[in-house]
């Protein structure tokens, strides 16, 4: 069908036009709702995306949770004083 200038529509055509429209807003809108929702893992070498089951929600993963938090300085040195513990409970022993 060819582009004609200044051809006038029927009050049918202009509605079903306008409800395309806002379809396509709608659609647009919602398509950018859902983006916003994605988080990216705060993890330093996890590359992944996810939806955040609750808001502050930083991990994509348990794993990566945990891996993170295992190399914190926090973890490492529990695991140190824990590590210290024990070699002077076996010394005690010997």
């Known amino acids: 069908m060819k582009h004609r200038k200044h051809e006038f529509v029927g009050q049918e055509e202009a509605e079903l036009w306008a409800a ?6 709608f659609l647009s809108d919602r398509q950018t709702a859902v983006i916003d929702q994605l988080k990216r893992c705060v993890k330093a070498d996890c590359d992944r995306y996810f ?12 794993v990566c949770q945990t891996r993170d938090y295992q190399n914190g300085e926090k973890w490492k040195e529990h ?3 824990k590590w210290q513990a024990r070699q002077a ?3 005690r022993r010997a």
């Open 20 to 25: 395309c429209l806002n379809l396509m807003q």
């Open 51 to 62: 939806f955040p089951k609750f808001p502050a929600q930083k991990y994509c993963s348990i």
């Open 79 to 81: 695991r140190r004083q």
């Open 89 to 91: 409970s076996f010394r």
